[in-house]
Protein backbone atom coordinates (compact mmCIF):
# COMPACT_ATOMS: atom_id res chain seq x y z
CA UNK A 1 0.00 0.00 0.00
CA UNK A 2 2.91 2.28 0.78
CA UNK A 3 5.35 1.38 -1.37
CA UNK A 4 7.06 1.62 -5.02
CA UNK A 5 9.56 -0.31 -7.17
CA UNK A 6 11.11 0.47 -10.34
CA UNK A 7 13.46 -0.90 -13.09
CA UNK A 8 16.20 0.30 -14.42
CA UNK A 9 17.41 0.35 -17.39
CA UNK A 10 20.00 -1.79 -16.87
CA UNK A 11 18.09 -4.20 -14.80
CA UNK A 12 18.45 -3.41 -11.49
CA UNK A 13 15.68 -2.33 -9.13
CA UNK A 14 15.28 0.67 -6.60
CA UNK A 15 12.47 0.87 -4.05
CA UNK A 16 11.13 3.19 -1.91
CA UNK A 17 8.94 3.57 0.86
CA UNK A 18 7.49 2.25 3.49
CA UNK A 19 10.11 -0.87 4.24
CA UNK A 20 7.76 -2.92 5.74
CA UNK A 21 5.47 -2.83 2.38
CA UNK A 22 8.77 -3.93 0.66
CA UNK A 23 10.24 0.02 0.34
CA UNK A 24 13.32 -1.51 1.43
CA UNK A 25 14.86 -4.08 -0.43
CA UNK A 26 18.16 -4.01 0.92
CA UNK A 27 17.98 -7.68 1.58
CA UNK A 28 17.82 -8.88 -1.82
CA UNK A 29 19.79 -5.85 -3.40
CA UNK A 30 21.96 -8.03 -4.28
CA UNK A 31 19.73 -10.26 -6.23
CA UNK A 32 18.18 -7.98 -7.80
CA UNK A 33 19.71 -7.50 -11.40
CA UNK A 34 18.18 -8.33 -14.91
CA UNK A 35 14.72 -8.05 -13.54
CA UNK A 36 12.34 -8.01 -16.18
CA UNK A 37 8.68 -7.56 -14.46
CA UNK A 38 7.86 -6.42 -10.77
CA UNK A 39 4.18 -7.64 -9.20
CA UNK A 40 3.14 -6.24 -6.21
CA UNK A 41 0.81 -7.24 -3.28
CA UNK A 42 -0.50 -4.83 -0.89
CA UNK A 43 2.90 -5.32 1.10
CA UNK A 44 5.36 -7.44 -0.87
CA UNK A 45 6.98 -7.71 -4.08
CA UNK A 46 7.97 -10.42 -6.80
CA UNK A 47 10.66 -9.77 -9.50
CA UNK A 48 11.11 -12.05 -12.35
CA UNK A 49 14.34 -12.35 -13.52
CA UNK A 50 15.81 -12.75 -17.06
CA UNK A 51 16.88 -16.63 -16.42
CA UNK A 52 13.20 -17.46 -15.21
CA UNK A 53 14.09 -17.40 -11.32
CA UNK A 54 11.59 -15.11 -8.99
CA UNK A 55 13.17 -12.74 -6.08
CA UNK A 56 10.78 -11.40 -2.99
CA UNK A 57 10.69 -9.02 -0.40
CA UNK A 58 7.78 -6.89 1.64
CA UNK A 59 5.92 -8.10 4.51
CA UNK A 60 6.22 -11.70 4.77
CA UNK A 61 2.98 -12.50 5.70
CA UNK A 62 1.90 -10.76 2.23
CA UNK A 63 4.14 -12.64 -0.19
CA UNK A 64 7.40 -11.21 0.92
CA UNK A 65 8.81 -14.79 1.64
CA UNK A 66 8.61 -17.13 -0.99
CA UNK A 67 11.02 -19.57 0.85
CA UNK A 68 8.44 -22.50 1.19
CA UNK A 69 8.09 -22.38 -2.86
CA UNK A 70 11.31 -21.21 -3.80
CA UNK A 71 12.49 -24.50 -5.07
CA UNK A 72 9.30 -24.50 -7.47
CA UNK A 73 9.96 -20.59 -8.40
CA UNK A 74 12.25 -21.40 -11.81
CA UNK A 75 10.99 -20.55 -15.42
CA UNK A 76 8.17 -18.21 -14.36
CA UNK A 77 7.19 -16.75 -17.07
CA UNK A 78 4.61 -13.91 -15.34
CA UNK A 79 3.61 -13.61 -11.85
CA UNK A 80 -0.33 -11.97 -10.63
CA UNK A 81 -1.06 -10.71 -7.60
CA UNK A 82 -4.02 -10.39 -5.43
CA UNK A 83 -4.07 -7.95 -1.96
CA UNK A 84 -1.68 -10.79 -0.40
CA UNK A 85 -0.55 -13.96 -2.57
CA UNK A 86 1.26 -14.16 -5.51
CA UNK A 87 0.46 -16.69 -8.83
CA UNK A 88 3.28 -17.49 -10.67
CA UNK A 89 2.79 -19.39 -14.30
CA UNK A 90 6.02 -21.46 -15.31
CA UNK A 91 6.73 -22.31 -18.70
CA UNK A 92 5.26 -25.49 -18.74
CA UNK A 93 2.48 -24.11 -17.80
CA UNK A 94 2.25 -25.18 -14.07
CA UNK A 95 1.50 -22.64 -11.22
CA UNK A 96 3.18 -22.02 -8.24
CA UNK A 97 1.50 -19.99 -5.32
CA UNK A 98 2.55 -18.14 -2.29
CA UNK A 99 1.68 -15.82 0.39
CA UNK A 100 -1.26 -15.32 2.37
CA UNK A 101 -3.85 -18.63 2.30
CA UNK A 102 -6.94 -15.98 2.43
CA UNK A 103 -5.75 -14.00 -0.27
CA UNK A 104 -5.53 -17.11 -2.80
CA UNK A 105 -1.98 -18.56 -2.18
CA UNK A 106 -4.08 -21.87 -0.94
CA UNK A 107 -4.79 -23.86 -4.29
CA UNK A 108 -4.50 -27.22 -2.51
CA UNK A 109 -8.50 -27.57 -3.91
CA UNK A 110 -7.81 -27.31 -7.46
CA UNK A 111 -4.40 -27.97 -7.61
CA UNK A 112 -4.95 -30.92 -10.10
CA UNK A 113 -6.51 -28.77 -12.23
CA UNK A 114 -3.51 -25.82 -12.45
CA UNK A 115 -1.78 -27.25 -15.47
CA UNK A 116 -1.41 -25.85 -18.89
CA UNK A 117 -2.80 -22.60 -17.49
CA UNK A 118 -2.51 -19.43 -20.20
CA UNK A 119 -3.09 -16.29 -17.74
CA UNK A 120 -3.97 -15.88 -14.42
CA UNK A 121 -5.78 -13.03 -13.36
CA UNK A 122 -6.89 -11.41 -9.46
CA UNK A 123 -9.69 -10.27 -7.46
CA UNK A 124 -8.11 -9.10 -3.82
CA UNK A 125 -8.47 -12.33 -2.73
CA UNK A 126 -9.19 -14.74 -5.38
CA UNK A 127 -7.27 -16.13 -8.60
CA UNK A 128 -9.08 -16.88 -12.08
CA UNK A 129 -6.97 -18.79 -14.45
CA UNK A 130 -7.67 -19.16 -18.06
CA UNK A 131 -6.38 -23.02 -19.44
CA UNK A 132 -5.32 -23.94 -23.36
CA UNK A 133 -8.72 -25.54 -23.72
CA UNK A 134 -10.12 -22.22 -22.71
CA UNK A 135 -12.08 -23.36 -19.56
CA UNK A 136 -11.34 -21.19 -16.69
CA UNK A 137 -9.94 -22.52 -12.29
CA UNK A 138 -10.78 -20.35 -9.88
CA UNK A 139 -9.55 -20.25 -5.81
CA UNK A 140 -9.04 -18.20 -3.21
CA UNK A 141 -12.41 -16.39 -1.32
CA UNK A 142 -15.50 -17.31 -2.33
CA UNK A 143 -17.38 -14.24 -2.23
CA UNK A 144 -14.67 -12.43 -4.35
CA UNK A 145 -14.61 -14.76 -7.31
CA UNK A 146 -12.62 -17.77 -6.23
CA UNK A 147 -15.95 -20.12 -6.05
CA UNK A 148 -16.42 -20.19 -9.50
CA UNK A 149 -18.80 -23.47 -9.21
CA UNK A 150 -22.50 -22.02 -10.06
CA UNK A 151 -21.04 -20.57 -13.86
CA UNK A 152 -18.49 -23.39 -14.51
CA UNK A 153 -20.66 -25.17 -17.17
CA UNK A 154 -20.64 -21.33 -18.89
CA UNK A 155 -16.95 -21.02 -18.35
CA UNK A 156 -16.00 -22.67 -21.78
CA UNK A 157 -14.22 -20.61 -24.74
CA UNK A 158 -13.16 -17.88 -22.65
CA UNK A 159 -11.01 -15.61 -24.34
CA UNK A 160 -10.07 -13.06 -21.27
CA UNK A 161 -10.91 -12.37 -17.93
CA UNK A 162 -11.13 -9.29 -16.30
CA UNK A 163 -11.24 -8.36 -12.42
CA UNK A 164 -12.22 -6.16 -9.94
CA UNK A 165 -11.46 -6.05 -6.32
CA UNK A 166 -14.40 -8.50 -5.99
CA UNK A 167 -15.38 -10.61 -8.63
CA UNK A 168 -14.31 -11.34 -12.09
CA UNK A 169 -15.67 -10.75 -15.60
CA UNK A 170 -15.34 -13.28 -18.82
CA UNK A 171 -15.04 -12.15 -22.44
CA UNK A 172 -15.95 -15.85 -24.56
CA UNK A 173 -14.74 -16.65 -28.13
CA UNK A 174 -18.13 -15.85 -29.33
Same mark, same amino acid.
Given at each position: ?8 ADGSV ?14 VADQL??? !??? %? /? ?5 ? $? +? *???? =? &? #??? @? ?17 ? !??? %? /? ?5 ? $? +? *???? =? &? #??? @? ?17 ? !??? %? /? ?5 ? $? +? *???? =? &? #??? @? ?20 ? %? /???FAFAA +? *???
Amino acid at each position: DYAFAAIKADGSVVTWGDPRDGGDSSSVADQLTQV !QSI %S /ATSSAFA $A +I *KADG =S &V #VTW @GYVDKGGDSSAVADRLVDV !QSI %S /ASYGAFS $A +I *KLND =S &V #VTW @GDADDGADNSAVTDKLSSI !QSI %S /ATRHAFA $A +I *KDDS =S &V #VTW @GGSRDGGDSSSVADQLTQVHSI %S /ATNFAFAA +I *KMD
